[in-house]
């Protein structure tokens, strides 16, 4: 089989830029390996819920409607989001899919897992399956129950246990709040955790971002920085937690683990029945290595628009900042979504 497009994923950057290829006259399908909508969102804690408003929050074309009673989404109403403007927009979505590998051919790029050959691809596989586990010394022999925050759910699952949480973001912050009414935790974070005033959100924080980036792009002074993507937003949970002194104690990573505990530089022995790994992810692109194309961190060099420099045919979409501001946010990835299509079109004629 042969397409002018192959988008490969389907989550929020896939479906961005299928919006975005519907409008025009390629041929186009989106191939996903997840069993429903949702992307890496179906996979998310319970909890879970978004720290920017949903007006703030949205793809391209329909703005998430606002969760009943004001407030941010939570991971649910992302789900019915996503699956909602699959429908919306009948984006032509294959499931599940699982594209194995990118091969070089004569007549474009070649899908092994999905049998077809496109003529450009979009590769908007995200981070989910490659969650980031730092290498700490005896880590193997921690005979605890490891999770990262990809495969957490709930705080039941590790109720009563002694809980090391590693990872001072907001997924870190999130999860301890409802973490610590379950188990014994202790906070680790690689630096001290930085705490937004209550007035600023997710939606403040990419509308600062913004306007840095376009300030550095046309050479002028950027406007002062509130803080990182990554800083914590206080959220109803992180507000009900910071009352309780959840957050009134951290301490920076440890050297080494043993068998039953995790042990500091300075001799500090904190005995642990878990580990909650809150420590992110790194692109998922094991299905592009047959190109060829990766640098010493693991990424591909990208124009601005995404197209891989050393191959024409590729676009990359959605891994975060490489491949275009907040690409791999949902308020970010429209911008990316419309670069990425109108260079596919380009490149397509």
């Known amino acids: 089989m042969r397409l002018d ?3 490969i994923g389907g989550g ?4 961005a830029a299928g919006y975005f290829l519907r409008r025009t006259a390629l041929s186009f399908a989106i191939l996903d390996d997840g069993a429903a909508p949702g992307g890496a969102w179906a ?3 319970d909890s879970l819920t978004l720290f920017s408003p949903a007006a703030q929050s949205s793809l391209p074309g329909w703005a998430m409607p606002p969760p009943p009673g004001g407030g941010y989404p939570t991971r649910d109403q992302v789900l019915a989001y996503l699956a909602a403007y699959e429908a919306r927009y009948t984006l032509p979505v294959r499931r599940p899919v699982r594209v194995t590998a990118v091969q070089r051919g004569a007549e474009g790029l070649w899908l092994e897992g999905a049998g077809l050959f496109a003529r450009a691809v979009i590769s908007a596989t995200g981070t989910w399956r490659q969650p980031f586990i730092p290498a700490i010394p005896g880590r193997a022999l921690f005979r605890g129950l490891q999770l990262h925050s990809a ?4 705080p039941e699952a ?4 002694r809980v090391l949480v590693v990872g001072g973001g907001n997924s870190g912050a999130q999860i301890l709040a409802e973490l ?5 935790v202790t906070w680790v974070t690689e630096r001290p955790p930085v705490f937004l005033p209550d007035d600023i959100d997710g939606a403040v924080l990419f509308e600062r971002a913004t306007a840095r980036w376009q300030a550095q792009r046309e050479g002028r002074a950027p406007p002062e920085a509130l803080g990182g993507l990554g800083s914590i937003v206080a959220v109803p949970a992180v507000r009900e937690a910071r009352a309780r002194g959840v957050y009134a104690r951290h301490l920076p990573p440890f050297a080494r683990l043993e068998e039953d505990a995790a042990i500091w530089a300075d001799g500090t022995r904190i005995p642990a029945d878990a580990i909650l790994w ?3 992810f790194r692109p998922a692109l094991a299905h592009l290595a047959p190109l060829g194309l990766f640098d010493a961190a693991g990424h591909v ?3 601005e628009d995404g197209q891989a420099l050393a191959e024409k045919r590729l676009f990359l979409l959605g891994y975060g900042d490489w491949t275009g501001m907040a690409s791999a946010t949902l308020a970010g990835v429209t911008r990316a979504a419309r670069s990425a299509v109108q260079g596919v079109a380009r490149l397509l004629g």
Request: proline fraction near 0%.
């Open 158 to 161: 590790l109720a009563g246990r």
């Open 12 to 15: 929020q950057a896939g479906l």
């Open 301 to 303: 060099a990208v124009a």
């Open 43 to 45: 996979h998310g804690w």
């Open 278 to 280: 809150c420590t992110g």
């Open 180 to 184: 610590s009414r379950h188990a014994a």
């Open 151 to 154: 495969q957490y759910r709930r």
């Open 5 to 7: 497009v192959a988008i």
